[in-house]
């Protein structure tokens, strides 16, 4: 079952705050975020693993809601570098850790403007 | 430190030619993933294999694909007899373990004339 993500896109001028959003209807294990910019491979930006937690590095941040099946990427302060396609990977909860391949979303496109 | 190495970049078959894909994973990395991409769309996993081993093919057509990851040299993603409806980007992202971030490489563009 695919997760489904929102907003579909999103436009923010430099320095404006983001919140993506990933929701499943199936038990998560994991929830993995990933942004792609166009003709390029996706990056792999942080994996969030059940038990709820929360993540972040620089200006970007996770959280993970194990009992909502769902995660939030939060993006702070955004820089133009930011732009691109963000995906979330999920893996189902009876998989046992990662056994399958992950199921992305449709993607959230974020464009920012300086 | 090389990433996930996928050859070649672009690849133009007519209908019905084979289409081989190559897929060399981080050194160290024993998972293998592919996926396929079509334009404005996520990607959507085909295959997971391990060195030697198909762990789950369920997200590949049963017919005219199929994969492999041998002992020595480089994961393939085979198809036979390509149709139009095959062009996509092909993925092959690579982990050292189950429930691990998975690395992407840069994939193989495939254009079906």
């Known amino acids: 079952q695919q997760p489904v993500q929102s907003p579909q896109a999103v436009i923010l001028r430099e320095g404006e705050d983001a919140v993506i959003n990933c929701s499943s209807s199936k038990a998560l294990y994991s929830v993995h975020w990933y942004r792609q910019k166009h003709g390029e491979a996706p990056v792999f930006l942080m994996i969030l693993l059940k038990g709820g937690e929360q993540k972040g590095h620089d200006k970007i941040s996770a959280s993970f809601n194990e009992k909502k099946q769902q995660s939030s990427l939060y993006l702070t302060a955004s820089q133009l570098s930011y732009s691109g396609t963000y995906f979330c990977?999920?893996?189902?909860?009876?998989?046992?850790?990662?056994?399958?391949?992950?199921?992305f979303g449709k993607g959230t496109h974020l464009i920012i403007q300086p | 430190n090389a990433g996930v190495m996928q050859n070649p970049r672009h690849l133009v078959r007519r209908r019905g030619q084979e289409a081989r894909l190559r897929c060399s994973p981080v050194k160290g990395h024993s998972h293998v993933y592919w996926y396929r991409q079509l334009p404005e769309e996520g990607l959507k996993f085909m295959v997971y294999?391990?060195?030697?081993?198909?762990?789950?093919e369920s997200g590949m057509p049963k017919e005219r694909f199929s994969a492999e990851f041998p002992k020595e040299g480089p994961s393939i993603l085979r198809i036979q007899q390509v149709v139009r409806g095959d062009s996509a980007a092909y993925f092959c992202?690579?982990?050292?373990?189950?429930?691990?971030?998975?690395?992407f490489g840069d994939g193989t563009r495939l254009s079906i004339l």
């Open positions: 990977g999920t893996e189902i909860g009876d998989s046992g850790g990662g056994a399958d391949g992950l199921t």
């Open positions: 294999l391990q060195k030697e081993n198909i762990i789950d």
């Open positions: 992202a690579s982990s050292p373990g189950l429930g691990q971030p998975q690395h």
